[in-house]
């Protein structure tokens, strides 16, 4: 039921994706259009007695009232199809009547006013929909559309790894099994169909494997049972695999690599795929000291976690109608995950860092926590946030991709002889180009060009960068390292040492206690 309460608290707040305001009711088919829009996207309130540009309350009368509902009842029959169920309420706000109309998400996507128009939210307006793209991941999204579910041509059972649908059974039937005295070793040792009459005594593999959907009708395996258990999933889909190429500098165009993902180490299933990926990655970050023992275990400098979830991540809810593979890319400064398909209808990159997961392969999803090592509770993305903070999002939607990159801390090395002194340690900056977009913005401020001549600093990369950091400071006082490593997309290290070059030659201070403090440029400088 909606409240007073909640209605004094969203108008203030203005028109957003899932709040549209009205004076009044328009005609039948401009509300039926709102529908459309609201039932496309994340589903919706409107308000109708609240000027949309003023944010006024305007009440209705009961007539007004009466003559509302009967019409949005039938916008919503007449002019959405399919056809919708929408709720109707009526809130007295300080003796003003508005009539509060909620809109579902739809569950039967794309909805079409009856011009058979595509509309969804953008922001607080609304768009058409022409996209082919963006019409399949809406399909996805509420399960008509399924790649995963789809059966392959010309699989059968001799296509499975027995080894590997041993181990699936094992983890998916435990209780089961172990009942039945097959556990440990004893489960490779076991007959496959042994094993399954331990499970169900009226099943046969092929059976037991159309039950749970990794087989159709006809004996053919589904997508998901080829990615999970096939011996070689690239004979019937060759780009449904991982690259992984790890590059010399910051960029892909460079010549150089220094380590390439062979094909053969990953030819097979996902789990194959996974674990050639989580090698990869082993062998091409560096292990750092963390104890003070000289025989102490190196720890790998970006915890493994990261790696774990975000590559689970794109097997599992990659677009697997888009025929291309993972790209898995070690730069010196970060590395790069591009899953094939942009993100899941009413996933952002923000919402899924508060652990909000729409699977698009549902199948794939509910089996792979049997092989692949996650949870299935769409948590993933918020561990490796909590276990590692340096993680960028990006739903590119004009290249169909979903691209994660994990930020590095710089490598510390020379800086043309130019001494810092930080902490009583001379420490050297790396003098080589980071060519990565948008993190070197060069200010041609030529009053910020005089006030940093007394910076006794002949590197131009790294006085280019303190240039960054003073400008972004003076644009924004009280600001935080928190929001300036989000600016210039460097490390926390790597700021901190910045941070400390100006205050040390007093272009900044910081003031202020460290909860509502920040940094500032000082006076006479700015």
Request: glycine content about 6%; proline content about 3%.
């Amino acid at each position: 039921m909606i409240t007073v309460e909640n209605i004094k608290h969203l108008i203030p707040q203005g028109e957003t994706t899932t709040v549209q305001f009205k004076l009044r009711s328009e005609e039948a088919y401009k509300m039926g259009v709102e529908m459309v829009a609201f039932s496309n996207t994340q589903g919706g309130m409107l308000i109708i007695g609240v000027n949309d540009k003023t944010g006024v309350i305007s009440g209705l009368s009961f007539e007004e009232i009466q003559q509302t509902n009967a019409l949005l009842v039938n916008a919503a029959s007449e002019n959405v199809k399919p056809a919708i169920v929408i709720t109707t309420e009526t809130v007295n706000i300080d003796g003003q009547n508005v009539l509060v109309a909620t809109i579902p998400k739809g569950k039967d996507k794309p909805y079409k006013d009856n011009k058979g128009i595509i509309w969804v939210k953008n922001g607080s307006d609304k768009r058409k929909v022409f996209s082919n793209n963006e019409l399949r991941v809406m399909m996805q999204s509420c399960g008509t559309l399924s790649a995963d579910s789809d059966s392959v041509a010309g699989t059968s059972y001799k296509d499975i790894s027995e080894p590997i649908l041993k181990n699936f059974l094992y983890k998916r039937y435990t209780e089961e099994l172990t009942n039945a005295g097959i556990f440990g070793h004893l489960i490779q040792s076991t007959d496959i169909e042994d094993i399954v009459q331990a499970i169900d005594a009226n099943f046969t593999i092929e059976k037991l494997l159309k039950n749970i959907s990794l087989m159709n009708e006809a004996g053919q395996l589904t997508l998901s049972g080829l990615l999970l258990l096939g011996k070689s999933i690239q004979r019937y889909k060759p780009v449904f695999t991982i690259k992984g190429v790890s590059f010399v500098g910051n960029s892909v165009a460079t010549t150089e690599f220094r380590d390439k993902l062979p094909n053969r180490e990953v030819e097979g299933n996902l789990l194959k795929q996974y674990e050639s990926s989580i090698s990869f990655i082993n062998r091409n970050l560096k292990a750092i000291q963390i104890e003070k023992e000289f025989n102490s275990t190196g720890q790998l400098e970006i915890p493994l976690e990261v790696f774990v979830e975000t590559l689970t991540n794109a097997f599992i809810h990659r677009d697997y109608y888009i025929n291309s593979p993972i790209r898995l890319f070690v730069f010196d400064n970060r590395i790069e995950i591009h899953s094939p398909g942009i993100l899941p209808d009413s996933v952002t990159e923000e919402t899924i860092k508060q652990g909000i997961s729409v699977p698009r392969n549902q199948l794939l999803f509910d089996n792979a926590k049997y092989l692949l090592p996650y949870t299935g509770i769409g948590s993933g993305i918020m561990r490796a946030m909590k276990s590692y903070d340096k993680i960028l999002f990006q739903n590119n939607i004009a290249i169909e991709e979903f691209v994660i990159t994990i930020l590095r801390d710089e490598t510390i090395e020379d800086m043309n002889n130019d001494t810092v002194n930080l902490n009583n340690d001379t420490v050297n900056l790396n003098n080589d180009t980071v060519n990565r977009e948008n993190d070197i913005v060069n200010q041609k401020s030529e009053r910020v060009r005089e006030i940093f001549e007394r910076v006794k600093i002949e590197n131009e990369r790294v006085k280019n960068e303190l240039i960054q950091v003073y400008s972004f400071i003076e644009q924004n006082p009280l600001v935080k390292i928190v929001q300036i490593e989000k600016f210039n997309k460097k490390s926390n290290i790597t700021n901190k040492r910045y941070l400390k070059i100006l205050k040390d030659n007093g272009l900044i201070e910081y003031t202020g206690s460290d909860k509502t403090g920040g940094y500032r440029v000082v006076a006479g400088n700015g």
